[in-house]
């Protein structure tokens, strides 16, 4: 039954019951009086006056006749108001609550319903409103993913096939008895295995990266001294960087005694992929040079990698911490990489609590900087010693 039928035959009955409730009170009473008079005769004068209105003039059955009449009226009237009046609120809101269920359910979220109303109903439009804003948004960021995705996967077969290529082409050479002598053989032989291993650390990125995205990723946060924790990192770094003719300079301003709250497994992976994108976009016209700086910057340490490379473009900077964004692909295609390097470096220092961001010039090198926060009862600690 709809909802103006409902309001229509609840408003009847509220009119007839207190009328038929009223005459049915009226003639019972009347009937009570007959019955009285007739057994204990008329001996004073209420009874008397009973007698001559109730029991023996008409007017009195009139007069209950035309007040049923006119009350029922006046209910009738008031409740014909009431009823425009209640469907008027309700019903241009269920009118637009249906056409926007109609809508959703046929995949158009580009209508809106908001009301500017206080009553219940304009409330609930607003949580509809809330609900398709939320699955508008859902579905834009579904063709986001949707998009990234399919990137994602033309740069994994780009990826894959330059190593799987090389693969094929030494093996084959092998194979066909072009690298006759046992040097040339060791050298395909190692090429192979080279590009092997180049898949073997795209798959992991690629790896690590789905973890990281659907927050699968085990931290095993501990309190690291700082300066214990990167004077070893860069040790290991040194000898790396060393064989590769690049130097790197490092200087620690922080406390010995400072700590942090991190993975160190993690924080490795942070401090590998920006130095490793120092070594991958080095020009090749200087002497390649790392910078390491660690700062004590109140509740947080600060880290800075600046390197002497190729650089970033201003309208490129923003993007640099984004999901397979790689600035100028077609110069960066030699490179190789999927994109996703910094995202994941991103992701693990917010993870930690901190905050990243690049500053950079294109020809004149680009800098990495990031916070993490320092151990909190350190802090307590000091405070009490001193
Ligand atoms: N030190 C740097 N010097 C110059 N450009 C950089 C530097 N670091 C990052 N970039 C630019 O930012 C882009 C994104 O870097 P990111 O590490 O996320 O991806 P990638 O290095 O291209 O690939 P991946 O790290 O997944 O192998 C790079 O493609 C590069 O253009
Ligand atoms: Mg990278």
Not at 28 to 51: C, H, P, T
Not at 176 to 203: F, H, S
Not at 318 to 342: C, E, H, K, M, Q
Request: glycine share 6%; hydrophobic share 40%; with cysteine.
């Amino acid at each position: 039954m709809k909802l103006k039928s409902r309001l229509v035959v609840s408003f009847f009955i509220i009119i007839f019951v207190p009328v038929v409730l009223f005459a049915g009170l009226m003639y019972g009473i009347k009937s009570l009086a007959q019955d009285f008079a007739a057994r204990q005769g008329v001996d004073n004068q209420v009874l008397e006056y009973m007698q001559d209105f109730m029991i023996e003039n008409d007017r009195f059955d009139s007069i209950i006749q035309n007040f049923c009449v006119a009350v029922f009226i006046i209910l009738f009237v008031t409740a014909m108001v009431m009823i425009w009046w209640i469907n008027k609120g309700i019903s241009p809101q269920l009118k637009a609550l249906r056409m926007a269920a109609n809508n959703i359910k046929e995949g158009n979220l580009d209508f809106s319903i908001a009301s500017t109303g206080t009553d219940e109903m304009s409330d609930l439009c607003n949580a509809f409103e809330d609900m398709r804003v939320r699955l508008q948004n859902n579905a834009k960021d579904r063709l986001v993913d949707e998009a990234e995705q399919r990137a994602l996967i033309s740069n994994i077969a780009h990826d894959l096939k330059t190593p799987i290529t090389a693969i094929k082409g030494y093996a084959e050479g092998i194979l066909d008895g072009v690298a006759v002598t046992p040097e040339k053989q060791e050298k395909y032989i190692r090429t192979i295995y080279n590009k092997a291993n180049e898949m073997n650390t795209l798959i992991n990125e690629l790896t690590l990266y789905s973890k990281i995205d659907t927050n699968k990723i085990p931290y095993n946060f501990q309190k690291l001294n700082v300066n214990e924790y990167f004077n070893d990192c860069v040790n290991e770094l040194g000898m790396d960087l060393e064989n590769q003719h690049i130097r790197l300079d490092y200087t620690n301003f922080v406390d010995p005694d400072v700590q942090i709250i991190a993975d160190p497994e993690q924080l490795g992976r942070i401090i590998n992929n920006i130095i490793s994108n120092s070594v991958k976009y080095m020009r090749a016209d200087v002497a390649s040079h790392i910078i390491i700086t660690i700062k004590d910057v109140g509740d947080f340490v600060e880290i800075d990698i600046g390197d002497n490379g190729k650089g970033i473009a201003q309208h490129d900077l923003p993007y640099v911490f984004d999901r397979f964004f790689r600035a100028d692909t077609s110069r960066n295609s030699a490179a190789g990489g999927s994109g996703i390097g910094l995202s994941i470096v991103k992701k693990i220092v917010e993870d930690h609590g901190g905050k990243i961001w690049v500053t950079s010039k294109e020809n004149q090198g680009t800098t990495m900087c990031f916070v993490i926060r320092k151990y909190e009862e350190a802090i307590h600690e000091q405070d009490i010693d001193n």
